[in-house]
């Protein structure tokens, strides 16, 4: 089965990750239907700030 991640069963997941809810994989922005530069400001700024929410944790969870 060949899924297309359609952003509409895209959903954020832990660690900064995104989940296709259709095929449970974990999807990137190059994965997605329609193409992540086709998605409007606001989804993209979703995508974006979910990201960038994981890696500001990492430093935290590293620590000792």
Do not use: S, Y
């Not at 060949?2 to 922005?29: D, K, M, S, Y």
């Amino acid at each position: 089965m060949n899924c297309p991640h359609h952003i509409q069963w895209v959903i954020a997941a832990p660690n900064g990750l995104h989940q296709c809810l259709q095929c449970f994989e974990v999807v990137t922005r190059k994965d997605i239907t329609p193409k992540f530069e086709d998605l409007g400001p606001e989804l993209q700024r979703q995508w974006e700030a979910h990201e960038a929410a994981a890696k500001r944790a990492e430093p935290a969870q590293a620590a000792p």
